[in-house]
Every structure is written in structure tokens, then in C-alpha cells.
């Protein structure tokens, strides 16, 4: 998506193969242990049947390697891939859900110093910009809610957009991704900023109760739309 931050994103690659026994493992192996060293998460390792069969587990993920991917070698299998969008809508509000939940246990555990609620949301505030993204682009496919538009591709832009949708503050977000980035010195944050941005959170999450279960259910299965 074009925000490859040094230090923060990974780097990830899909390789798929026909066969992922223990000799096709031990053949990887060498290049792995390299990519790994580099500072880079493994290799993620799928068969074709396994790829196909997978939408309702990684729904979130493939829409974006459908929309993102970038072919290192071989075919493009993911050419007319198609996601079933209603897999999509529940694996999104499951872990916006779920994020939500471990946001408040973790802060539950942390330290009282606000250098720990800093890492904290920083830790966090990307997770939470991509399933915003993914909010954004359920909306658009149930073709049910008023005033959803076209998923943006950057974080900032998809808080923007759903925040001006759901009502709720986009400014602390803006504040955790400016310290994120290395444009803003974490003492310039206000002691409000987690208050703020776990209101905006929870208000993200009463909304999507809300439109999910009201809006008009997707058509079955929908090819992978760009976000």
C-alpha cells in the first residue's frame, strides 16, 4: 500500500506450492533461515487446495493480497481470485471485536507510566487503520449503507473516512502514528490520548453492531475489491 515504515511493517510473502511435505520444508529451509535474518517475518506456506479453501480463515488478508500483491516469480493465481464477502464482513467485525478486547486487557497489565500506554497505542494504532480500511470496504460491498464510499489505501485516510462516517475523533489517531513515524516526540502527546482514542475505538465498534446487522447482506461470493 505503498507505507513501508522501517523498524514497524514486515515484509510478507505467500509462496504456493503443490506439495508441502517435510522434504519441500527442508528444500526452503535455507532461504527461510536468510529472509528471516533479514528481519523478516517466515514465509508463509500454502498448497493451491489449501489457498482455495482458505477465504473463510483469511478473508481480511487475501482481499489484500488481491488488491497489494506484487508476483516474485511464477503465475499470477491470484488473477480472478474471489473472496465471499460476507466472510469478509464477519472476520472483520470478529476481530475489531477482538482487538478491542485485548486493547483494554493489555492496558489493564501496563504500566501506569505513559511511556507504556505510548507503546501501547503505537503497538496497536496500525492494526486498528487496517480493519478501519476493511470496515469501509465491507460497507461498500453489502451495497446497504448510506454514505460508505470507495476504500482508501493509506491508514490515515481510512481513519479519516471512517471517522467522519461513524462520528468519532480521528485526532488521537493522527497524534499516535505522527510519534509512530518519527514526525512528533512522544512528550508532545496529551495525557488524554488513550482515553481518547479507546472512546473512538469503542464508538468504531457500536457503529459496526449497528450497520453490519442492519445492512443488506452481500451477494454470496464477490471478487476481491481493491482497498
Known amino acids: 500500500s505503498g507505507e513501508h515504515l522501517p523498524?514497524?511493517?514486515?515484509?510478507?510473502?505467500?509462496?504456493?506450492?503443490?506439495?508441502?511435505?517435510?522434504?519441500?520444508?527442508?528444500?526452503?529451509?535455507?532461504?527461510?533461515?536468510w529472509w528471516a535474518g533479514k528481519g523478516n517475518p517466515p514465509p508463509l506456506l500454502l498448497t493451491r487446495g489449501e489457498l482455495r479453501r482458505s477465504a473463510d480463515v483469511f478473508a481480511i488478508e487475501l482481499v489484500d493480497i488481491c488488491a497489494h500483491r506484487r508476483i516474485l516469480q511464477g503465475e499470477d493465481i491470484f488473477a480472478g481470485f474471489t473472496v465471499p464477502m460476507q466472510l469478509h464482513r464477519e472476520q472483520v467485525e470478529r476481530e475489531l471485536r477482538g482487538k478491542l478486547l485485548a486493547l483494554r486487557q493489555t492496558y489493564l497489565l501496563a504500566s501506569r507510566r505513559g511511556d507504556a500506554r505510548l507503546k501501547l497505542m503505537t503497538a496497536s494504532v496500525s492494526t486498528f487503520a487496517t480493519l478501519f480500511r476493511h470496515v469501509l470496504l465491507a460497507l461498500e460491498s453489502s451495497g446497504g449503507n448510506a454514505g460508505a464510499k470507495a476504500a482508501p489505501r493509506t491508514k490515515r485516510e481510512a481513519i479519516s473516512s471512517l471517522a467522519a462516517l461513524f462520528g468519532f475523533d480521528a485526532r488521537p489517531f493522527g497524534d499516535i502514528l505522527d510519534v509512530r513515524e518519527g514526525k512528533r516526540a512522544a512528550k508532545d502527546l496529551?495525557?488524554?490520548?488513550?482515553?481518547?482514542?479507546?472512546?473512538?475505538?469503542?464508538?468504531?465498534?457500536?457503529?459496526?453492531?449497528?450497520?453490519?446487522?442492519?445492512?443488506?447482506?452481500?451477494?454470496?461470493?464477490?471478487?476481491?475489491?481493491?482497498?
Open 190 to 227: 496529551d495525557t488524554s490520548t488513550f482515553s481518547q482514542y479507546l472512546a473512538a475505538i469503542e464508538r468504531a465498534m457500536d457503529e459496526v453492531d449497528k450497520r453490519f446487522a442492519s445492512g443488506a447482506p452481500p451477494d454470496g461470493n464477490q471478487p476481491a475489491r481493491g482497498v
Open 7 to 33: 523498524k514497524h511493517s514486515d515484509l510478507n510473502v505467500l509462496a504456493v506450492l503443490e506439495r508441502l511435505g517435510a522434504a519441500e520444508l527442508d528444500a526452503l529451509h535455507p532461504v527461510a533461515t
